[in-house]
């Protein structure tokens, strides 16, 4: 009997089916990347520009003072956020890649700042607006509210938080899902340069 297995070699021999990318592949990933996050970084700007002109109006008119300095610290957050986006979230330019880096490693640096980015979103996102929609909310109940009961104020109170960490969830929710694809994207990069 001989130690020949043909099933075996050929077990062995299959290394499975080779992913590879094409430079200009790379490059089309890259800039569609790039162009996305972009656009969103856009739209987010503008979001913060709608809520600071919302706000200021709010905070200049309403002469109640628990609705102003709430409105005062959504415009602070609003402002925090859109440098926060800036410095951890903005899109690099694919044409600034550094002498000795390539374009897989340029474009594996964008897809983890991106990604790291969205997993902090709590810390740098959401948390900044807490102050300010509690503050805001409850002045809106409580100064708004004279001769309801406190109980039905107290409720009112409970819904619009509820309602507002609701949100909080879900955009926390959605954060997360597109960290765990840029994950798995970075994942597939990382195979594609092993090879």
Do not use: C
């Not at 594996?108 to 900044?128: G, I, K, N, T």
């Not at 938080?161 to 990069?189: C, M, P, T, Y």
């Amino acid at each position: 009997m001989t130690d020949h297995d043909p099933l075996r070699d050929l077990w062995t021999s299959d290394q499975g089916e080779k992913f590879t990318m094409s430079v200009s592949e790379l490059t089309a990933k890259s800039n569609q990347f790039h162009a996305r996050i972009r656009w969103r970084n856009i739209t987010e700007y503008i979001a913060a520009a709608l809520v600071i002109g919302v706000f200021g109006w709010i905070a200049f008119l309403v002469p109640v003072w628990s609705i102003k300095i709430g409105a005062i610290l959504i415009i602070a957050a609003a402002f925090y956020i859109s440098w926060k986006l800036h410095q951890i979230g903005g899109a690099f330019n694919p044409t600034d890649i550094s002498s000795g880096q390539s374009l897989a490693d340029h474009h594996r640096e964008a897809l983890v700042r991106q990604r790291d980015a969205l997993q902090s979103v709590w810390r740098w996102y959401l948390l900044p607006f807490a102050p300010g929609m509690l503050v805001f909310t409850l002045g809106t109940t409580f100064e708004t509210g004279s001769g309801i009961p406190p109980s039905a104020l107290l409720s009112t109170s409970a819904v619009s938080l509820g309602f507002i960490s609701a949100i909080f969830f879900g955009v926390h929710a959605l954060n997360a899902r597109a960290a765990k694809k840029l994950d798995e994207e970075i994942g597939a990069l990382d195979a594609t340069m092993l090879k």
